[in-house]
């Protein structure tokens, strides 16, 4: 049995349609064939199971961590998609899995016989053991998520850093893409992070719209604008394409505040 490939939906602040993406993402590879597994991976805020109406589910990640369920007995099936999802639990109390715990995971997962495997991260990861925990080695990529400003572009770039610290591949996703003339546009963007994105995803009111009646856009409104580049994600993603960590792709020469950005994290 070969291992599940990793995909890491991450980001270094909250807000910037990370779990959207996760969820559409896990939809797209699962209308193309492949057996996929979506894991919210936030202990402290989940919010997988509300985006597909999932939120009373009695068991979870946090029981397969520690130990009290197997995998195959608290994955929940979404119907309406036919995804198989491993929910966080809401609780009050603090959760830290040890090491032990996370390589048990780790292991769990690179035997469940996913095609995929997509990992809602909480913002701002920046444990390895913990991002490891979900990730099959050399089977693996991070999808680091950022809105069109320069502070999601310096916070994206401190995540970029962390990840090739720890030789994990990553490319860039923008999202909440407006084309307007008070946010960067997609060329500005490469420049700042001194590399091109794996995709471009536009501002779409069928989004808040889908999570509101907890159905994914791709079978809410499928031709819209944010469902056809999911789509275009998802094959990329399927056919794993990407670039190289730190890898420059159609970007300009660096200038200005841009280049004291990538003089600032050493890019």
């Known amino acids: 049995m070969s291992k599940p490939y990793s995909i890491i939906v991450s980001s270094q602040k909250g807000g910037v349609g990370k779990t959207t993406i996760s969820v559409n993402l896990s939809t797209a590879l699962k209308q193309s064939g492949y057996k996929v597994l979506l894991v919210d991976a936030d202990y402290s805020n989940p919010s997988v199971g509300f985006h597909l109406g999932l939120e009373n589910t009695n068991a ?3 029981a397969v961590v520690t130990g009290k369920a197997k995998l195959d007995t ?3 099936l979404h119907n309406p998609t036919g995804l198989h999802v491993l929910t966080g639990e809401i609780s009050a109390k603090p959760f830290h ?3 032990a715990q996370q390589k048990g995971l780790r292991e769990n997962l690179e035997r469940s016989g996913y095609d995929f495997i997509i990992i809602d991260m909480p913002p701002g990861a920046e444990d390895f053991e ?3 925990a979900f990730c099959c080695e050399n089977s693996r990529q991070a999808l680091i998520v950022l809105t ?3 502070a999601a572009c310096s916070s994206a770039m401190r995540l970029a850093q962390f990840y090739e610290k720890n030789h994990i ?3 860039m996703v923008a999202n909440r893409v407006k084309n307007k003339g008070y946010e960067l546009s997609v060329g500005e963007i490469e420049e700042a992070v001194g590399e091109g994105l794996i995709g471009v995803l536009p501002e779409d009111e069928n989004v808040p719209i889908s999570i509101a009646q907890h159905t994914p856009v791709l079978l809410l409104k499928s031709r819209s604008g944010f469902s056809t ?3 275009s994600l998802a094959r990329r ?3 794993r394409l990407g670039y190289e960590p730190g890898e420059a792709k159609n970007v300009r020469g660096s200038f200005g505040f841009f280049a004291w950005l990538k003089r600032l994290f050493g890019r």
Request: glycine share 4%; proline share 8%; aromatic share 0%.
């Open 229 to 231: 580049a999911v789509k």
């Open 60 to 62: 979870g990640l946090r």
């Open 130 to 132: 913990e991002v490891e």
């Open 74 to 76: 608290v994955v929940a």
């Open 169 to 171: 591949i990553h490319n």
């Open 97 to 99: 899995p040890s090491n």
């Open 237 to 239: 993603a399927a056919s």
């Open 148 to 150: 069109p400003e320069l």
